[in-house]
């Protein structure tokens, strides 16, 4: 038995082999969906599909509810957003910047609670030849990588108060299926990979994280960032401003999984990206981010905190998104062949034999 080993590292893809496989990408599809929904049952959401015919990406969607106080004055906002790109066009560094997702919250009324969902689902149809493989029978493991980088943020004005309710969750898996003649799923497929980590409120102004899988994950108040360079001048910035304030940085890492493929096979990989965020009434914030740094959460934390500060505190948790990583995730290699990727990791052919279908099939958008 000859066996396949691929390591996607950033946007590349590695092979190591005696001779080169190619396996050939048949098509690509995604949905890419984004939630919000409060207490009254007001809601906004976003739904694209990337699939036969249409435009191709970049894709994004973006779900918003704002909140009104006395004199029209804001005082609450939801918002979700989800991005999807051509995992053929990640660029040299780390990040392949094919999928992003983020959700961010927070409401100082005193009965307003957002529930929030930003998700990509991305579905490839890939076939092994015996010529792709090399060999004419027998079962070759192929091992691969998802790659991985966020953070969350957990926060309240109110010390000591029962947060319970208050979460934040980043969860990935990737399944595969068999695919009959019309290059469609066969049953509830096979996990390949499944993780979830979160960061849940609790009473007293407690908060925990939950993390049984296997990610790095660095966890605690906001004196784990590092520092924020552009805040000098500024004088002090009130990071006490925030009574709790509790972050998660998952730090930019590769997570392995394998599967069983044969000659002549044609088989789909389905990978599914999701946060899901919630505040509870009364002063209670989140911000979640998974794929790239923060984008809009600057403009939700102004409304609890000072300016300066809530610019400060997104800073520092971009910067740490970056700066946290364990050294041994970037593992170097003299291979000759290193193709794009993006978070999906596995085999992808040299550029002139690549078969890749993507375009925009559907959007919708619906707001009540």
Known sequence: ????????????????????????????????????????????????????????????????????????????????????????????????????????????????????????EETRVVSFDADDLGVLFGTQTVNSAVFVSGAMFLWSTVPGRDLTGLSAEVSFVVRRFDADENEEPVGDGQILLEETVSLNGGPNGSVTLDNDSALFVFAGDLTILPDDPEAAGLGEVDLGAAAVAQVAVLLEQNVSYSYEVVPGQVLILQAEFSITAANVPGGTGVA?????????????????????????????????????????????????????????????????????????????????
């Open 1 to 120: 038995m000859r066996t396949l080993t691929l390591q996607c590292t950033g946007a590349f893809c590695i092979l190591w082999s005696a001779a080169t496989a190619e396996a050939v990408v048949r098509s690509v599809s995604a949905e890419i969906v984004s939630e919000v929904s409060d207490q009254d049952g007001s809601s906004d959401q976003a739904i694209e599909n990337v699939g036969e015919t249409g435009l191709t990406p970049p894709i994004s969607t973006r779900a918003n509810l704002i909140g009104f106080g006395d004199a029209d004055a804001v005082n609450g906002e939801a918002v979700a957003l989800a991005d999807f790109r051509d995992p053929t066009q990640g660029g040299p560094g780390r990040n392949p910047g094919e999928i992003g997702i983020e959700a961010d919250c927070f409401s100082n009324d005193p009965s307003t609670r957002y529930e929030l969902k930003s998700s990509v």
């Open 288 to 368: 979640a981010v998974f794929g790239r740094e923060l984008d809009e959460a600057v403009r939700i934390l102004e409304i609890g905190l000072p300016e300066e500060s809530a610019k400060s505190i997104v800073r520092r948790i971009n910067r740490a998104i970056a700066v946290f990583t364990p050294e041994d995730n970037t593992p170097t290699t003299t291979s000759p062949l290193a193709l794009p990727c993006g978070f999906l990791g596995f085999e992808m052919i040299p550029l002139g034999v690549l078969s890749l279908a993507m375009f925009v099939g559907r959007g919708a958008r619906r707001r009540s």
